[in-house]
T-cell receptor
Framework: GAVVSQHPSWVICKSGTSVKIECRSL??????MFWYRQFPKQSLMLMAT?????????EQGVEKDKFLINHASLTLSTLTVTSAHPEDSSFYICSARDSGASGNTIYFGEGSWLTVV | AQSVTQLGSHVSVSEGALVLLRCNYSSSVPPYLFWYVQYPNQGLQLLLK??????LVKGINGFEAEFKKSETSFHLTKPSAHMSDAAEYFC?????????????FGSGTRLQVQP
């Protein structure tokens, strides 16, 4: 089946630094990718919709200057957490929509744990 | 606008017993409906999805769900629980329209399977 890969799976960074998370669709092209954030024992909250070749669409309350999203190709979207703070520590999950599949199927990456110390 | 309500944040069943996880949705457009499973510290795995056609959908690991438009429900069932089914389950909805296709998730249901 379709696979979405996220890297890194785990990352620890110091406060004030930036960290980049990659999301790749391995065997399909994804014009649209989504970034979610999940706090412990909570559901997934959509952060932004990433569109290939255009600016991302951010959900209300999500700082676009803090969470930079780039979707430079049909198989890669990146989320950069800039000037990270401990409250940014969370589980970040991306998903990609398989444009070629019927039924609007969306596949999820394995997630990336970010810990800011 | 779309929303998903999962009744019961925790469900506990005995091994071999029926599993029933409830999901109700609201959507202003015809919905696509999904069930995902999340094991600890892992991403989400698609169990099954409803798009159009047959309202009873069969998924992986013996799970199935039935789309009932009149009840705006998409409950997940499995005839016989296995210990390996213990995980967090999320119901999600997406609109069939050509606009937003992000998923809206329910709050999740943690399934415990007792030996």
């Amino acid at each position: 089946g379709a696979v979405v890969s996220q890297h890194p799976s785990w990352v620890i960074c110091k406060s004030g630094t930036s960290v980049k998370i990659e999301c790749r669709s391995l065997d399909f092209q994804a014009t649209t990718m989504f970034w979610y954030r999940q706090f412990p024992k909570q559901s997934l909250m959509l952060m932004a919709t990433s569109n290939e070749g255009s600016k991302a669409t951010y959900e209300q309350g999500v700082e676009k200057d803090k969470f930079l999203i780039n979707h430079a190709s049909l198989t890669l979207s990146t989320l950069t957490v800039t000037s990270a703070h401990p409250e940014d520590s969370s589980f970040y999950i991306c998903s990609a929509r398989d444009s070629g599949a019927s039924g609007n199927t969306i596949y999820f990456g394995e997630g990336s744990w970010l810990t800011v110390v | 606008a779309q929303s998903v309500t999962q009744l019961g944040s925790h469900v506990s069943v005995s091994e071999g017993a029926l599993v029933l996880l409830r999901c109700n949705y609201s959507s202003s457009v015809p919905p696509y409906l999904f069930w995902y499973v999340q094991y600890p510290n892992q991403g989400l795995q698609l169990l099954l999805k409803y798009t159009t056609g047959a309202t009873l959908v069969k998924g992986i690991n013996g799970f199935e769900a039935e789309f009932k438009k009149s009840e705006t429900s998409f409950h997940l069932t499995k005839p016989s629980a296995h210990m390996s089914d213990a995980a967090e389950y999320f119901c999600a909805v997406s609109g069939m329209d050509t606009g937003r296709r992000a998923l809206t998730f329910g709050s999740g249901t943690r399934l415990q399977v007792q030996p």
